[in-house]
């Protein structure tokens, strides 16, 4: 059976060591944010996540969600038991404002917190993950009295939220839209449509389940420009905040997927159902981005935690299965063979995955900081440096980190040969929900796009330049001997980036193609680059907690230089193929008619 | 529901233009072997598994195998029909020498139609598949009276065959093996013990199950060295050559899986079971492995026939799917949306497939072929030359092949969207059935090490020698202006490939763990250049027809050219990436104590 132990010390390096969370100890949630605190709610987390949500992950898999034939849906045995707990330990709402109920705690927290909940049983995790993204929508777009409304059950997790975009004929292509809205005399609107994939679109784990839809009021212009968005609950909310009569949409069907068989994935059938309008009218589009736009970093976070959790398991078996004898001499002469992590192939796994997740680990958590900035920060100079950052990394987040997330479950599963193919030890698993996470909240192609075509050019290039000075400043000021095998290698990936950009600059105007035919390698390219500027930054706090004598962290700082080294040397040279790619351009890609595939 | 149409133009250029098979024609099989014949096969072989396997890909995959309380295993519905036609085609035995029912067709008919087979059903397939690997161990290794009890039958079909190597402790390292054989009066053995991951180990197609069983005789020697192969029927054989009394063995559960639902992979117990010493006693490793690297070419075939079905899937729907407009201008104004065919970054996708399926295939019938020689010829030279580059190819093949066919199908399903991870369009299930071809038969890594540790210092390096000097050889004979954008990177390529094989015979006698730490990598690079140099051929090939009039196959001709172009381009320089982590050794790789994971 796997196991799962969160990084606790890991994250602690980062928000202390690294990233030294108590500078921004002047912005509201933060000051409350001590150390002590901090380790508490891990500690907290990580117990919730390790002893109740990952023994319920196999068996969620292998039970599913079932529909009936009134069109509820039961989740699997002992969800509901644990979002219960989930819950009583306040966990959705820890970084909502507290006037709704939550604890105003950085939203850093709560993503931290959500990567060990995902890791332990990703879809479980969907659920109050998707309630978090309704909230932001809200918070963001809502009027007070929705606000009042909703906010408080939704924060302390008793009402659960989805989003509700695509339909069977248009998914990226938002402008196809076809579910309706008839406003009433009321204000309220009729909405009447049919959604796919909504995840935890049904389920019997809240008291009421608040949706957000697109939909085209009336009369509406047609394309993306038509688009609004509404609040359609379940349940009506009765005037004293209850849970009233019941609306007129229904869960057609749950889909059957590769995985997160433990979230249900509905078709939802809204059938003249009452909803009301959030935002402006025909605006629902960018209404829908903000929360798209946080859900993003959460999907690329979900990349990690299935990363993260297929590594440990592999470890662990690395360890323990004897197979073979070292070509270095026997390791375990005491035993019929030696364990297979003596093995440089089983290594090279292990390495690889480590030197991706600790990096990946660094980047989200530096990006979830920004994020912190940008909505919470007093000086407007370092909110408008904070968002450039956070709308820069959110497609390379999303898009990387749950590309090679999913790589890493499938190179974690070989470790374990014939045995990571059976359901038994959970490897298999972990690849299939991994999956998910490269098409969700925007196929990962869409992702490349967003950041070729709008993130680069944005406000002249201000995001990108920044990004730039900052990698090569931080080249420059740690020239130092022992800096070198990082800061070298850093530098030459990040140059290789800079020519990339330049050459989308010089070809991509002219002919439109060669953006769209180097999107992919770029994206790749770029976080590469970020995951190697994260292992740069780490290498040198590494070194300086053990030139500080590290307080029995010695071997884990030793851990991070080897870690990073091996990123280096291993994982980064891949930038130069991905730059040739880039540079080759769109003729030879474009050249075939449709009929020749 | 997904489609699968057989590549038989590719086959026949292959085979006709590139290969030239009727150069083979004095070798015994061949000379029958007309185009006119080999386009027959290809046709009726295309009909049954277009029209009676694929259909049963997905049922076989939701049904699943059952077994019952007796240990009896049923198939999914329509696999016995299926598998009965299969018999009337006479599909198992078209290679099997005439005097035991076969057809005595190159072996190399038989890769062909089978990776049609395992294109419609990878899980059906494997039953016929692991019969035709019995059969060549039986071949080699079998006494006359031992071939004339089991080989009719299974020449047929009406009898299965088996291989059982792994035990739940041991499987790369055989030696560990515990299955035990007790020696009795009449030259039989009492075969006892527990076989794991049994494909196709108890079923209900076949009267008859021949078991090829590894167990240690009593008293032999441990280790490798100790390890015997025997013949384990499920039903004695009379003397009338029927299936008679049951054996003592059976089929103690089936393993759930990731995919290949359709296979009953079983888990095996031999009860005091009688068999029969195949080969010599204690040299059983030797003649599993007869059966293994034939298995072997064949896995990494069934790692292109789950990217050639899955590519087929993606590329249909990539012409069908309407959404979102062209970079470069709207193309199908008539429609609310471009097909998505038009944007370049679903053309990386499908041309990276293509690229690499044309060029697999190329690369297995090259090497299948020589098989052909190796077995076939009167030359001995040839003879010679064919087994070096059959032995050397064998691990790129399946390592490379395996891995790639998994990317790709991953790659293909992305085309689809959230469509792709649900169940209905099939995309999932062959992520799921490719993912095994990685692990069995020899692990990747372990294919790396046999290419690393074994195939390259072989005989002087004889193989790697001769292979270098061919491709070399094409790169200064075509260096003309057409077959430059070919050539020119294929050189290139080489040369990283030959800089990596130096780096080895320096640096890994006096550090082993610098084989071991660059072996994956080496292998990925070889399979590069060994792809790149069949698009080197193909397009020398298409540009000779081209020049020739190509008589209707024009398009198809000038496809070739440009998807060469596009493999040269965007999926060879990965070649580097390879070449600078093999250069960085084994030393971080290793570095970590092995409690830091």
Same mark, same amino acid.
């Given at each position: 059976?796997?196991? =799962?132990?969160?990084?606790?010390?890991?994250?602690?390096?980062?928000?202390?060591?690294?990233?030294?969370?108590?500078?921004?100890?002047?912005?509201?949630?933060?000051?409350?944010?001590?150390?002590?605190?901090?380790?508490?709610?891990?500690?907290?987390?990580?117990?919730?996540?390790?002893?109740?949500?990952?023994?319920?992950?196999?068996?969620? $898999?292998?039970?599913?969600?079932?529909?009936?034939?009134?069109?509820?849906?039961?989740?699997?045995?002992?969800?509901?038991?644990?979002?219960?707990?989930?819950?009583?330990?306040?966990?959705?709402?820890?970084?909502?404002?507290?006037?709704?109920?939550?604890?105003?705690?950085?939203?850093?927290?709560?993503?931290?917190?959500?990567?060990?909940?995902?890791?332990?049983?990703?879809?479980?995790?969907?659920?109050?993950?998707? *309630?978090?993204?309704?909230?932001?929508?809200?918070?963001?777009?809502?009027?007070?009295?929705?606000?009042?409304?909703?906010?408080?059950?939704?924060?302390?997790?008793?009402?659960?939220?989805?989003?509700?975009? *695509?339909?069977?004929?248009?998914?990226?292509?938002?402008?196809?839209?076809?579910?309706?809205?008839?406003?009433?005399?009321?204000?309220? =609107?009729?909405?009447?449509?049919?959604?796919?994939?909504?995840?935890?679109?049904?389920?019997?784990?809240?008291?009421?389940?608040?949706?957000?839809?697109?939909?085209?009021?009336?009369?509406?212009?047609?394309?993306?420009?038509?688009?609004?968005?509404?609040?359609?609950?379940?349940?009506?909310?009765?005037?004293?905040?209850?849970?009233?009569?019941?609306?007129?949409?229904?869960?057609?069907?749950?889909?059957?997927?590769?995985?997160?068989?433990?979230? /249900?994935?509905?078709?939802?059938?809204?059938?003249?159902?009452?909803?009301?309008?959030?935002?402006?009218?025909?605006?629902?589009?960018?209404?829908?981005?903000?929360?798209?736009?946080?859900?993003?970093?959460?999907?690329?976070?979900?990349?990690?935690?299935?990363?993260?959790?297929?590594?440990?398991?592999?470890?662990? !078996?690395?360890?323990?299965?004897?197979?073979?004898?070292?070509?270095?001499?026997?390791?375990?002469?005491?035993?019929?063979?030696?364990?297979?992590?003596?093995?440089?192939?089983?290594?090279?796994?292990?390495?690889?995955?480590?030197?991706?997740?600790?990096?990946?680990?660094?980047?989200?958590?530096?990006?979830?900081?920004?994020?912190?900035?940008?909505?919470?920060?007093?000086?407007?100079?370092?909110?408008?440096?904070?968002?450039?950052?956070?709308?820069?990394?959110?497609?390379?987040?999303?898009?990387?980190?749950?590309?090679?997330?999913?790589?890493? *479950?499938?190179?974690? +599963?070989?470790?374990?040969?014939?045995?990571? !193919?059976?359901?038994?030890?959970?490897?298999?698993?972990?690849?299939?929900?991994?999956?998910?996470?490269?098409? !969700?909240?925007?196929?990962?192609?869409?992702?490349?796009?967003?950041?070729?075509?709008? #993130?680069?050019?944005? $406000?002249?290039?201000?995001?990108?330049?920044?990004?730039?000075?900052?990698?090569?400043?931080?080249?420059?000021?740690?020239?130092?001997?022992?800096? #070198?095998?990082?800061?070298?290698?850093?530098?030459?990936?990040?140059? +290789?980036?800079?020519?990339?950009?330049?050459?989308?600059?010089?070809?991509?105007?002219?002919?439109?193609?060669?953006?769209?035919?180097? /999107?992919?390698? =770029?994206?790749?390219?770029?976080?590469?680059?970020?995951?190697?500027?994260?292992?740069?930054?780490?290498?040198? *706090?590494?070194?300086?907690?053990?030139?500080?004598?590290?307080?029995?962290?010695?071997?884990?700082?030793?851990?991070?230089?080897?870690?990073?080294?091996?990123?280096?040397?291993?994982?980064?040279?891949?930038?130069?193929?991905?730059?040739?790619?880039?540079?080759?351009?769109?003729?030879?890609?474009?050249?075939?008619?449709?009929?020749?595939?």
């Amino acid at each position: 059976m796997p196991t =799962y132990k969160a990084p606790i010390e890991d994250v602690k390096f980062l928000l202390n060591d690294v990233f030294h969370m108590e500078r921004y100890g002047n912005m509201p949630g933060f000051a409350d944010t001590s150390p002590d605190l901090v380790a508490a709610i891990l500690e907290e987390a990580a117990k919730f996540a390790e002893e109740v949500l990952q023994p319920l992950n196999r068996s969620g $898999d292998q039970e599913g969600c079932t529909r009936h034939p009134d069109g509820s849906v039961t989740t699997p045995q002992g969800f509901r038991q644990a979002y219960r707990q989930m819950i009583e330990g306040g966990w959705v709402g820890i970084s909502v404002p507290t006037e709704y109920g939550g604890q105003g705690l950085p939203a850093t927290m709560t993503m931290i917190v959500n990567e060990m909940l995902a890791s332990a049983n990703m879809a479980f995790a969907m659920y109050p993950g998707l *309630t978090q993204g309704a909230i932001a929508a809200l918070l963001h777009h809502a009027t007070e009295e929705q606000k009042k409304t909703y906010l408080p059950k939704m924060t302390t997790g008793e009402w659960t939220g989805t989003m509700n975009l *695509t339909e069977p004929h248009c998914g990226t292509d938002l402008g196809l839209l076809r579910a309706k809205a008839v406003p009433q005399a009321d204000g309220s =609107y009729r909405i009447t449509g049919t959604k796919i994939f909504i995840s935890a679109g049904e389920h019997d784990m809240s008291e009421n389940i608040i949706h957000l839809v697109l939909a085209r009021i009336e009369g509406a212009p047609e394309g993306v420009k038509g688009i609004s968005l509404f609040i359609v609950p379940k349940f009506m909310v009765e005037a004293d905040g209850s849970a009233g009569a019941r609306n007129s949409l229904l869960c057609g069907s749950i889909e059957h997927k590769m995985g997160i068989h433990g979230n /249900s994935t509905c078709v939802m059938n809204y059938d003249g159902a009452t909803g009301w309008l959030l935002g402006e009218a025909n605006k629902g589009l960018h209404a829908m981005f903000t929360m798209m736009n946080e859900a993003r970093l959460a999907v690329g976070m979900q990349g990690l935690s299935q990363s993260e959790v297929a590594y440990q398991n592999a470890a662990n !078996y690395a360890r323990e299965r004897l197979q073979g004898r070292s070509i270095s001499g026997v390791k375990a002469p005491d035993k019929p063979a030696d364990p297979i992590i003596v093995h440089p192939d089983i290594r090279r796994v292990l390495m690889s995955i480590k030197s991706f997740n600790e990096a990946a680990r660094a980047l989200i958590l530096w990006t979830a900081l920004k994020g912190d900035v940008q909505h919470r920060s007093e000086d407007g100079n370092a909110r408008q440096a904070a968002e450039d950052h956070v709308g820069l990394m959110t497609p390379v987040i999303k898009g990387v980190i749950t590309d090679k997330g999913f790589d890493n *479950t499938v190179m974690a +599963q070989q470790v374990f040969g014939g045995h990571g !193919y059976i359901g038994e030890h959970g490897m298999e698993q972990f690849v299939r929900d991994a999956r998910i996470a490269m098409i !969700y909240e925007g196929a990962n192609g869409i992702q490349a796009l967003d950041l070729v075509g709008r #993130k680069l050019g944005r $406000d002249g290039g201000r995001a990108i330049t920044a990004f730039f000075k900052e990698v090569s400043e931080f080249v420059k000021q740690n020239s130092e001997e022992a800096m #070198k095998p990082y800061v070298a290698p850093l530098g030459e990936a990040l140059a +290789q980036l800079q020519q990339a950009t330049m050459w989308f600059m010089q070809n991509a105007p002219k002919k439109p193609d060669n953006a769209g035919a180097g /999107s992919s390698d =770029y994206m790749h390219l770029f976080g590469l680059v970020a995951l190697a500027y994260m292992w740069a930054q780490m290498a040198k *706090t590494a070194q300086e907690k053990l030139k500080q004598g590290a307080n029995g962290a010695e071997e884990r700082m030793k851990a991070k230089l080897v870690t990073g080294r091996f990123f280096m040397e291993r994982v980064l040279p891949e930038t130069a193929a991905h730059l040739k790619r880039i540079t080759t351009g769109a003729d030879t890609m474009m050249a075939l008619p449709a009929e020749a595939f």
